[in-house]
């Protein structure tokens, strides 16, 4: 059981019978009453977000959550399918809304670590609710339009689409055919290799 102010961020918790991901927590004191701990949560199984304060004498169980190695087969419209990763015959699908916007730099037959929940009160292998994608990534950029001299009115930076299709903002010196590094928790490019 965690206490109210060991609640911190990147922790799995138990509310209501599922598992929540806190993504902000900040401890704090009104003039004279008893501190509360204000939360940001992320339902692991459906996305949804929301805020909730725990106060002194609140408790919460920690979730366990394990992770195994799958990999990533490809994506079509907005069905991402997985495989076990020593048996391609096991594929599964994983909704969008669990994977987070990390999914999108994936290349296929990338190996990522899933996130399985262990609920105690089910017997069996658990159910997949997310997947950590690397921090960083390597991608080459597949189509880059040319800068036009003089536009630097919106910040020096242009749309390009990277080879697992998504599209980011980068500076206008990058060209077609470059090898960029992303981070994929923000979507931001980070440099040129």
Same mark, same amino acid.
């Given at each position: 059981m965690l206490e109210y102010n060991e609640i911190t961020e990147?922790? *799995?918790?138990?509310?209501?019978?599922?598992?929540?991901?806190?993504? =902000? =927590?900040?401890? #704090?004191?009104?003039?004279?009453?008893?501190?509360? %701990?204000?939360?940001? &949560?992320?339902?692991?199984? =459906?996305?949804?977000?929301?805020?909730? =304060? #725990?106060h002194q004498s609140e408790k919460v169980e920690e979730a366990d959550i394990s992770t195994r190695k799958i990999k990533f087969l490809y994506h079509n419209k907005d069905e *991402?399918? #997985?495989?076990?990763?020593?048996?391609?015959s096991k594929r599964f699908e994983l909704d969008e809304a669990i994977l987070g916007v990390g999914v999108?730099?994936?290349? %296929? %037959?990338? &190996?990522?670590?899933?996130?399985? #929940?262990?609920?105690?009160?089910?017997?069996?292998?658990?159910?997949?609710?997310?997947?950590?994608?690397?921090?960083?990534?390597?991608?080459?950029?597949t189509e880059a339009f040319d800068a036009v001299k003089g536009d630097t009115a919106t910040g020096g930076s242009k749309t390009v689409t990277l080879e697992t299709g998504a599209t980011i903002n980068v500076p206008l010196f990058v060209?077609?055919?470059?090898?960029?590094?992303? %981070?994929?928790e923000t979507g931001d490019y980070r440099e040129r290799v």
């Open positions: 990147r922790k *799995y918790i138990i509310l209501d019978g599922e598992p929540w991901e806190v993504l =902000s =927590s900040h401890v #704090f004191r009104k003039q004279q009453r008893k501190p509360v %701990n204000a939360t940001k &949560l992320r339902n692991m199984l =459906s996305g949804r977000v929301t805020e909730r =304060s #725990f *991402y399918w #997985f495989c076990e990763e020593k048996d391609p999108r730099f994936l290349k %296929n %037959n990338t &190996l990522a670590d899933a996130l399985v #929940f262990n609920d105690p009160d089910v017997d069996g292998e658990g159910i997949i609710i997310g997947v950590k994608t690397p921090i960083t990534v390597e991608l080459k950029v060209k077609q055919g470059d090898t960029i590094r992303i %981070n994929t």
